[in-house]
Every structure is written in structure tokens, then in C-alpha cells.
């Protein structure tokens, strides 16, 4: 296996270095339009190569680097050597040592492994550097390497031997006799030291005051310290396959531990994304990604919000090592190691963000792209896009729910069989609750939309069904055994009406429904309706009437040779062919006639056939004891998944309204739901969930400004809850404030009659309470609530008596005054006052 290799973005633009083993090599980004395979290049993306720039070969004793922050021409380099040895110098040097640049070296006084050094960030002179332990001597030393760093000049960094020892020695030492994990500086206070001790310590120190600690915790997670880059109050550090998020103003405890299913390998913060952390595991593809959002400090109650995800760098290999670009937003470079070819792979990632979408009430869906820039597209342009709130907007511009006959919104939702269904229904409902073929027993009459199980009285101890009992010799006409049994009462035919259904003994509403049904091609629910009425006769003519190109016929003949007989070959022929039918009428349909002892489950349970038809199956042909179990499981379950047949069961109770809330929950169709509640369920208006529901439509439409659709839905509002709204506006006195209009509408049934002490009309010119004049005509000077003397028609004594001002200037008088001067004149008839009151009325067209 190679050697392992670490991977370093230089501050210089796209450069990085690559090193491990005895090798540092610098590389250069570079734009390609075809994949390079030679050697000292790499590609690290489809579109760009790295070459490399130089080489320093024989470099076996360096165990870390850091990079210089304010590199430029050339990198800096600091390496930290095995036998406590530190070289700062330039890459070109170490590539070619007769370059004549400058190079610094230090060491410590008694050799031991460097393990890590870090340039300050701020003031990137001091060079930090983490040693092993050595009992008389520290492990933190800080150097002065402004010599080497100042510029690339061929003649800086030389010093004289009188100096040179003094300027080698370090400015500042920490850690006597302890061992040094890790260290990393502070970014913003740039002062502060954090290091990790012992594997049992995290400690931090300050330069201004060296002789004492800023602060320091016990734990064994001393390893990887590195500091947050945007934000000081953040450290992490990890032990094994544990990392450890630390708030620096109080090291007393983590405020979070994240546990890795592989020990740690490398971390770092994101030095362009705020609380970002990144997390490398040890023979690992992915590197892990927590968003730290909001912690809380000194609340044991409230941890921070973690947010995580992983990141495929798309290599072949596993992930040895990575590098965030110090300046490029989420750019990311990796280092990975191929098992198959034994090599390193270099990637240069993107790393998307997580964006959100946000869909305006207009159909423009948003999303941030970068940091200045915001991407919309217009999804009524999408042909695929098929939202709810489209046609919510389409139908509240077709009146959907507002006509006075409730069948006609069928036609407007006709693409949604469901919802078509229930404006039906309703329809049926209240029309035979209005003619009194249907009585609701169980609810007060004003309930116009009983269900099923609101009409079945359910006092079948005392009142059981008549049984009607039927030779199937006089229903097949061939030699057929046995009886079918079906079951008879006043509240199950009514029941059966609310299903569309036929009365049992009504020959004639048969035929027409079946009729009605093969008119609209459904060919075999008209011939399974038949059956079920015991009309074999009715339904083998439909079949047989059915296009060739449906493929009845031979369903047809199949029914005819009908014969209940356990013995006969139709019977044991039709029950091996059963399961093959897949249309579910027929297949209910031939259920029904091989059914024994009464057992109809067959065709109760088939999901695919209509709820109508079902209930009204279950009227007819189950016993009084099951037709109730069956009613109130079907209507349990339709009622859980929100769907709108259920209210064939339900009505307009309060179990109906549950499924109201289940069918917005599904579908999202406030507009249905809104208008279902208020047409169907009067009653409940006042209940919170229908409140809600009103308020949240009436909100759509205001922000689509459909404000005559709103109009008309307030107009229809009110007049289901069948009360007067309370006014919105109102007249007030200048001077006291206080309410008129009630005093005006008092007056009004009054106003202009012939009834009078003086023989004039009653009129209201002062304040009813502080007894002050109300406003005066500007034209005629007279005030308000005075008639217009020449206004004797009925429009005038409608309109022309009535006050008119304008919104802006607020001069005004007799409507018929205002009116006349605006013919003549475009200002304001106030002396002075240079308004034109009556051309801000009108709209100027768009361009």
C-alpha cells in the first residue's frame, strides 16, 4: 500500500499541495477539455486538471505541515520534523535548495516528534507548534517567523551568527512536560491557544498572559482540536469514533457528542459556511456533514439543533484525506485511495447546499442559487406540473360552489369522479328530503343531507326486515334448485334511494336505472345491477346488446346457461374461471350467483365497485344484525382514508365533518372542503374546523386579488347562515367620534315620507350625540342629511341626497351637486384647494 497522503489548499488560487511520506508536491488548477493521463497530472474534476508545479523529494522526517495564510508568488511552508525540527521555508526551496531563498529552521531543546504547527491566523508571523512529551521541557512553543514570510526576496531571512540563536528560540512556551495532541488558533481573537494535553486535557492559553490558563476541561476527546473559523465560540475535538462539539464559554461539558460508526480519521470546520462541521471516518467514501443551528448555553434542557448528511466525493476509493477551499464556498477537495490500482485520486467537489423551495400563491416556485441570486420558474409553463392550488384558481373562476342547484358544480369538477359524485348526492339528497321521500329519523329535520345510517332507525329487535323469499326456478326460467332471500323495510328503501338505487318490487325504475347505465357504456355494472335485482333476463339483453369491441357476448352466453346446481357444469366451470375475470362487475356479478347460504362477502369486499352500489347491495340482501356491522365498518374505513363517498354513510353529521377534515388532509383541497361544509353542513359554521377552513379559503382568494370571487363566496357565506353581517364601515362624527350610520339607517324607512309635523321629510343634520352640525355642501353650503331641493324623483331621493367626498383632498357634498360641478369643472369647488377629485376616480388602462 502507498504511503498516506494529506492534501492542503494553498491561499494562492488554485493551488494545493499533496504530502506524505518523504514527498511535498505543489500543484497548479487548470481548465481542460479532454481527460490527460501522464504524468505529474491529475484530473480532478470533467472539466479541470491539476499539474504539478514542484516537487521536494527526501522529506522522511516531516509529520505535519501548515501553509502560510498570506502566501503569494510562492507558498510557505512550515514543516514539523520527527526529530523536533522546524523549517519554514519556501516550496521552491525545498524543490531546489540553490534557489537562493530564504529558510528558517528551529528546534526544540530536546528532540521529540512534532505534531502539529499552525500559523496564526491573524498574525501570521507567530507559528505554533505541538511537540511530544519530554519531562523538563514544554510541548507548546511559539515562534517568530516574520523574517521568512515578509516577501519572496532572494536576500531576506539571512541573519548574522550573532542573532541567529537569539531569534531561534521561542517567544512563548506552554505545557511543561505534558505531550501535545493538537493545537489550533483562535481566528477572530487571534491570541488564544487551544490545544489538546495528555489525551486527558483541552486547554486554552493566552500570549497576553502566559502565566496562567484562559480555561480547560478534562476529557479524552484531546485529538483533531480545531477552532470554528466564523464563529470562536466553537471547538471540536474527537477521541475514537466520537466527536465532541464544545462551546468555549463554558467547558465544563460538550453541548453535543456525535457518534461515528468508524474511528475519526481527520475533521474540520468549513471555513465558509457558518457552524459547519466536517467529519472524515477511517476507511470511509463519505465525509459527514453537521449543520450546528442555535445551541443553548446553560440550559441542560435544550440541545442544539444537528443537522446531518453525507457527502459522496464521487471517488473510487476510499476517502484518505480532504481540504475545504479557504475563500470558494462549498468547494471541497479530496484525496482517495484506489485498492485497484494502488494509486491516490484527486477530487475537486462541489458541495451543493441543501436549498429550500418556496412556492408563491402565484405558481412561481423559488430557490436560492448561491449567496445573491434567486432562481424562479413558472409552473404553469410546466406541462407535467398538476398542483391542487391550479385547480382550486380554475374552478373559483367558474363559480365552483356557488350556483343555487348543487348538481351543476359536477359539471365543473367532472375530471374527479369522487367529488363529481358528491355534488350529485348532495343534490339527490336534500331533493328527496324536500319531496319527504326520505326521513332523516335520527336528526332534526333541518337536516337536508341525512346518510344511510342516519336513516335506518336501527330498532330491528322490535321492528326486524321483512324476509321475501324467491324460487331462483321462477327467476331463471330453467331448472334451477333452491331460493334467493332478500330483505324488505320502509327505512332500507328510503336508504336505498339515497344509493340511486331502485326500489326492490319497482320493475320499471330497473329497467329505466339499467338503462341509464348502458346509455353511459357501463355495460357491465348495468348487467351486475340487474342480477342483483334478480332480473338474469335484463342483464343477458344487455350483454348481449354490447359492442363487439367491449367483448360481452360471450359473458352474455355464459349467463344463460345459469344453473345453481352444485352438480351442474356451469356452476363448477364458472367457480374454476372466477379468478380470472378481472373486470370487477362481472366478477362480482357471477360471486353473487354462486354464493351459498347467504354469504356475499365476494361482492361486499370488492374495493373496485362503487360505494353506491355496494350500500345498496347490502340493503337488499344482508340480514339486519350484519347490514349494521357492514354499514359502520365501511363507513369507518372510508371515513380514515378521506374519502368523500363515505358521506353516502355519514351525511351531514358530525362524523361526516371528520371526513371533511381526513379528505383536506389527503388532497389538500381547501376549496371543496370550504364549500362542501358551508352548502351541506349549515349547522356547523360555527365550529371550529369549519372557521378555520373558511378563513384559510377566504386568504387564498386574497392573495390571488380574485376579490368578486371572494365577493361572491362572502354573498353566499351569509346567506347559508341565513344572519345579517355586521356592518364594516361606518359613518363618525368629526368632532365626537362617535358612531351616526346606526342613526342614519334608523331614520332611513322614514326618510322622504309624507308623514311629518312640518309636511317635510325627516332628516338627521347634527350629531345625535354631541348635537354638533354634521359637514356642509360645498356647494350649496347646506348640511349633511339636508335634501336636495330640486332631487324629486326616485333615484334622486335614492342618490342625490347622499354625501360624497374625496379621498384625498376630503371636500364634498349632495351627490347630485358634486355630480353637476364635475360635468363643467375639473378641480375641487373648494376656493384654493387645485385637486381634480374626479379624475382620480377613474383607472388609467396598462400600457
Known amino acids: 500500500m502507498a504511503a498516506k497522503l494529506e492534501v492542503m489548499w494553498s491561499p494562492i488560487a488554485d493551488r494545493f499541495i499533496l504530502w506524505g511520506g518523504d514527498i511535498i508536491t505543489c500543484y497548479q488548477i487548470k481548465p481542460s477539455r479532454e481527460r490527460i493521463f501522464t504524468a505529474g497530472v491529475y484530473n480532478v474534476s470533467n472539466t479541470h486538471i491539476a499539474e504539478m508545479i514542484c516537487v521536494a523529494n527526501n522529506q522522511h522526517q516531516v509529520k505535519c505541515v501548515d501553509i502560510y495564510p498570506h502566501s503569494q508568488g510562492d507558498e510557505v511552508v512550515a514543516l514539523g520534523g520527527s526529530g523536533g525540527k522546524i523549517t519554514v521555508t519556501y516550496m521552491a526551496k525545498l524543490a531546489w535548495d540553490g534557489s537562493g531563498l530564504p529558510k528558517r529552521e528551529f528546534s526544540s531543546k530536546f528532540p521529540r516528534?512534532?505534531?502539529?504547527?499552525?500559523?496564526?491566523?491573524?498574525?501570521?508571523?507567530?507559528?505554533?507548534?505541538?511537540?511530544?512529551?519530554?519531562?523538563?521541557?514544554?510541548?507548546?512553543?511559539?515562534?517568530?517567523?516574520?523574517?521568512?514570510c515578509a516577501k519572496r526576496d532572494v536576500t531576506a531571512g539571512f541573519v548574522t551568527s550573532s542573532n541567529i540563536s537569539e531569534l531561534s528560540k521561542p517567544l512563548y512556551e506552554f505545557g511543561l512536560s505534558d505531550h501535545c495532541q493538537h493545537l489550533c488558533w483562535f481566528h477572530n481573537n487571534s491570541k488564544i491557544l487551544a490545544t489538546g494535553i495528555n489525551m486527558k486535557y483541552i486547554r486554552l492559553f493566552d500570549i497576553r498572559d502566559p502565566s496562567r490558563m484562559v480555561s480547560f476541561t478534562v476529557t479524552k476527546a484531546a485529538l483533531g482540536v480545531c477552532t470554528n473559523p466564523r464563529d470562536d465560540k466553537y471547538l471540536a475535538s474527537y477521541f475514537e469514533s466520537q466527536v465532541y462539539v464544545w462551546d468555549t464559554r463554558n467547558l465544563e461539558k460538550p453541548i453535543q457528542v456525535l457518534p461515528q460508526a468508524r474511528p475519526v480519521l481527520k475533521m474540520s470546520w468549513c471555513p465558509t459556511k457558518s457552524n459547519v462541521l466536517s467529519v472524515l471516518q477511517r476507511d470511509h467514501g463519505y465525509v459527514s456533514l453537521y449543520d450546528i443551528q442555535n445551541p443553548s448555553v446553560g440550559n441542560p434542557?435544550?440541545?442544539?439543533?444537528?443537522?446531518?448528511?453525507?457527502?459522496?466525493?464521487k471517488s473510487s476509493g476510499l476517502v484518505a484525506s480532504f481540504s475545504w477551499h479557504p475563500t470558494d464556498e462549498n468547494r471541497i477537495l479530496s484525496c482517495s485511495y484506489t485498492n485497484i490500482s494502488g494509486k491516490y485520486e484527486i477530487q475537486d467537489y462541489p458541495v451543493y447546499d441543501r436549498i429550500t423551495l418556496?412556492?408563491?400563491?402565484?405558481?412561481?416556485?423559488f430557490w436560492p442559487c448561491g449567496k445573491k441570486m434567486l432562481k424562479c420558474l413558472q409552473l404553469k409553463t410546466v406541462p407535467e406540473f398538476s398542483d391542487i392550488s391550479i385547480k382550486i384558481q380554475e374552478r373559483a373562476k367558474a363559480q365552483y360552489g356557488l350556483e343555487e342547484?348543487?348538481?351543476?358544480?359536477?359539471?365543473?369538477?367532472?375530471?374527479?369522479?369522487?367529488?363529481?359524485?358528491?355534488?350529485?348526492?348532495?343534490h339527490?339528497?336534500?331533493?328527496?328530503?324536500?319531496?319527504?321521500?326520505?326521513?332523516?329519523?335520527?336528526?332534526?329535520?333541518?337536516?337536508?343531507?341525512?346518510?344511510?345510517?342516519?336513516?335506518?332507525?336501527?330498532?330491528?329487535?322490535?321492528?326486524?326486515?321483512?324476509?321475501?323469499?324467491?324460487?331462483?326456478?321462477?327467476?331463471?326460467?330453467?331448472?334451477?334448485?333452491?331460493?334467493?332471500?332478500?330483505?324488505?323495510?320502509?327505512?332500507?328503501?328510503?336508504?336505498?334511494?339515497?344509493?340511486?338505487w331502485p326500489m326492490n318490487n319497482d320493475i320499471t325504475g330497473i329497467t329505466t336505472f339499467v338503462e341509464n347505465l348502458e346509455r353511459e357504456g357501463a355495460y357491465s355494472r348495468a348487467a351486475a345491477i340487474a342480477v342483483f335485482n334478480l332480473q338474469i333476463s335484463l342483464a343477458i339483453e344487455v350483454l348481449n346488446r354490447a359492442p363487439a369491441e367491449v367483448g360481452l357476448n360471450y359473458v352474455g352466453i355464459a349467463l344463460a346457461g345459469f344453473s345453481n346446481d352444485d352438480d351442474s357444469n356451469w356452476k363448477r366451470f364458472c367457480g374454476t374461471a372466477l379468478k380470472k375475470i378481472s373486470d370487477p362487475y362481472l366478477k362480482a356479478m357471477f360471486s353473487f350467483l354462486l354464493a351459498s347460504s347467504g354469504n356475499y362477502d365476494c361482492v361486499?369486499?370488492?374495493?373496485?365497485?362503487?360505494?353506491?352500489?355496494?350500500?345498496?347491495?347490502?340493503?337488499?340482501?344482508?340480514?339486519?344484525?350484519?347490514?349494521?356491522?357492514?354499514?359502520?365498518?365501511?363507513?369507518?374505513?372510508?371515513?380514515?382514508?378521506?374519502?368523500?363517498?363515505?358521506?353516502?354513510?355519514?351525511?351531514?353529521?358530525?362524523?361526516?365533518?371528520?371526513?371533511?377534515?381526513?379528505?383536506?388532509?389527503?388532497?389538500?383541497?381547501?376549496?371543496?372542503?370550504?364549500?362542501?361544509?358551508?352548502?351541506?353542513?349549515p349547522h356547523e359554521l360555527d365550529s371550529p374546523h369549519v372557521k378555520r377552513w373558511i378563513e384559510d379559503y377566504q386568504e387564498l382568494l386574497n392573495r390571488w386579488k380574485y376579490w368578486f370571487e371572494r365577493a361572491d363566496f362572502d354573498l353566499m357565506l351569509v346567506k347559508a347562515k341565513n344572519e345579517r353581517p355586521p356592518p364594516q364601515v361606518y359613518m363618525s362624527c368629526t368632532y365626537c367620534g362617535?358612531?351616526?350610520?346606526?342613526?342614519?339607517?334608523?331614520?332611513?324607512?322614514?326618510?322622504?315620507?309624507?308623514?311629518?309635523?312640518?309636511?317635510?321629510?325627516?332628516?338627521?343634520?347634527?350629531?345625535?350625540?354631541?348635537?354638533?352640525?354634521?359637514?356642509?355642501?360645498?356647494?350649496?353650503?347646506?348640511?349633511?342629511?339636508?335634501?336636495?331641493?330640486?332631487?324629486?324623483?326616485?333615484?334622486?331621493?335614492?342618490?342625490?341626497?347622499?354625501?360624497?367626498?374625496?379621498?384625498?383632498?376630503?371636500?364634498?357634498?349632495?351627490?347630485?351637486?358634486?355630480?353637476?360641478?364635475?360635468?363643467?369643472?375639473?378641480?375641487?369647488?373648494m376656493v384654493g384647494c387645485s385637486c381634480k377629485c374626479f379624475s382620480l376616480d377613474f383607472t388609467t388602462p396598462a400600457n
Open 738 to 829: 362617535k358612531n351616526i350610520s346606526a342613526h342614519l339607517r334608523s331614520l332611513k324607512n322614514q326618510q322622504f315620507s309624507r308623514i311629518s309635523v312640518a309636511g317635510a321629510a325627516n332628516k338627521l343634520t347634527g350629531c345625535p350625540h354631541c348635537r354638533k352640525p354634521l359637514p356642509r355642501c360645498i356647494i350649496c353650503l347646506m348640511t349633511m342629511g339636508t335634501p336636495v331641493e330640486d332631487a324629486n324623483d326616485a333615484r334622486g331621493q335614492s342618490f342625490d341626497n347622499w354625501f360624497t367626498w374625496c379621498q384625498s383632498c376630503r371636500h364634498g357634498g349632495h351627490s347630485k351637486h358634486m355630480t353637476s360641478w364635475f360635468e363643467e369643472h375639473q378641480e375641487c369647488p
Open 604 to 681: 361486499l369486499k370488492e374495493t373496485d365497485i362503487i360505494v353506491d352500489d355496494r350500500v345498496g347491495f347490502a340493503l337488499v340482501f344482508l340480514p339486519d344484525h350484519k347490514l349494521l356491522d357492514y354499514l359502520n365498518k365501511l363507513s369507518s374505513d372510508l371515513c380514515e382514508k378521506g374519502n368523500l363517498d363515505g358521506l353516502l354513510l355519514t351525511g351531514n353529521t358530525s362524523q361526516g365533518l371528520k371526513l371533511l377534515q381526513n379528505y383536506l388532509d389527503c388532497t389538500a383541497d381547501i376549496q371543496s372542503t370550504t364549500l362542501i361544509a358551508v352548502r351541506a353542513f
Open 428 to 500: 339527490l339528497s336534500a331533493k328527496l328530503v324536500e319531496d319527504g321521500r326520505v326521513v332523516a329519523t335520527s336528526l332534526s329535520t333541518s337536516y337536508k343531507h341525512p346518510g344511510v345510517l342516519s336513516v335506518l332507525t336501527c330498532n330491528y329487535e322490535t321492528t326486524p326486515s321483512e324476509v321475501v323469499t324467491i324460487p331462483w326456478l321462477e327467476l331463471a326460467h330453467q331448472n334451477c334448485k333452491g331460493s334467493v332471500k332478500f330483505y324488505v323495510r320502509t327505512d332500507r328503501s328510503m336508504s336505498l334511494q339515497l344509493c340511486s
Open 405 to 426: 342547484e348543487l348538481y351543476k358544480h359536477s359539471q365543473i369538477v367532472k375530471e374527479d369522479e369522487i367529488l363529481s359524485n358528491v355534488w350529485n348526492w348532495l
Open 358 to 365: 418556496n412556492l408563491t400563491p402565484y405558481f412561481e416556485l
Open 113 to 148: 516528534p512534532c505534531t502539529s504547527v499552525h500559523f496564526n491566523p491573524v498574525d501570521s508571523n507567530l507559528l505554533a507548534v505541538g511537540l511530544e512529551k519530554y519531562k523538563p521541557d514544554s510541548s507548546v512553543m511559539i515562534f517568530d517567523v516574520a523574517q521568512v
Open 301 to 313: 434542557d435544550v440541545e442544539p439543533v444537528i443537522m446531518e448528511r453525507l457527502i459522496n466525493l
